[in-house]
């Protein structure tokens, strides 16, 4: 399956500041790459396609980064405040405290959501790809 970004990467164009340093995102190498891959070889090529070719980073000015690595509840201190399973990793978070990320002990390449009022995983049923669509808020149309 052969994904690019190209309409997404002209929507961001069209509705982000250039000059708002909040927009700067930053391609991964082909080393950096490998390591996720590495690491994580069930990773979906959505999420893979996306940092080769958005990169990693804040979009819409903050409306939701994506980072240049998958890391856990543990990983960022949280292990102690929240219990989840394992084999669960995020990609990215909304600024509002919620991590987004994939479960990989179910290997269907959706995305899951960590909601942390109520400290649970939420199955979106949406591959990558689809659902930084929707972080972005691109309809149909490709407007915002």
């Given at each position: 399956?052969?994904?690019?970004?190209?309409?997404?990467?002209q929507?961001?164009?069209?509705?982000?500041?250039?000059n708002?340093?909040?927009?700067?995102?930053?391609?991964?190498?082909d080393?950096?790459?490998k390591?996720?891959?590495?690491?994580?070889?069930k990773?979906?090529?959505?999420?893979?396609a996306?940092l080769?070719?958005?990169?990693s980073?804040?979009?819409?000015?903050?409306?939701?980064?994506?980072?240049?690595?998958?890391?856990?509840?543990?990983?960022?201190?949280?292990?102690?405040h929240?219990?989840?399973?394992?084999?669960?990793?995020?990609?990215?978070?909304?600024?509002?405290?919620?991590?987004?990320?994939?479960?990989?002990?179910?290997n269907?390449?959706?995305?899951?959501?960590?909601?942390?009022?109520?400290?649970?995983?939420?199955?979106?049923?949406?591959?990558?790809?689809t659902?930084?669509?929707?972080?972005?808020?691109?309809?149909?149309?490709?407007?915002?």
């Amino acid at each position: 399956m052969s994904l690019n970004y190209n309409l997404e990467t002209q929507f961001l164009k069209k509705v982000e500041d250039p000059n708002n340093i909040t927009n700067k995102r930053e391609i991964l190498t082909d080393d950096q790459i490998k390591d996720i891959l590495e690491k994580h070889p069930k990773i979906p090529k959505d999420y893979i396609a996306y940092l080769q070719e958005i990169g990693s980073g804040n979009f819409r000015e903050c409306k939701f980064k994506v980072h240049p690595f998958l890391f856990d509840l543990e990983d960022i201190g949280l292990e102690d405040h929240y219990e989840l399973k394992s084999n669960v990793y995020f990609f990215g978070d909304n600024y509002c405290g919620d991590f987004s990320g994939f479960d990989f002990d179910n290997n269907d390449g959706n995305v899951v959501e960590f909601w942390h009022e109520s400290g649970e995983l939420y199955y979106t049923n949406q591959s990558f790809h689809t659902y930084i669509r929707e972080q972005m808020q691109i309809d149909e149309d490709e407007n915002s």
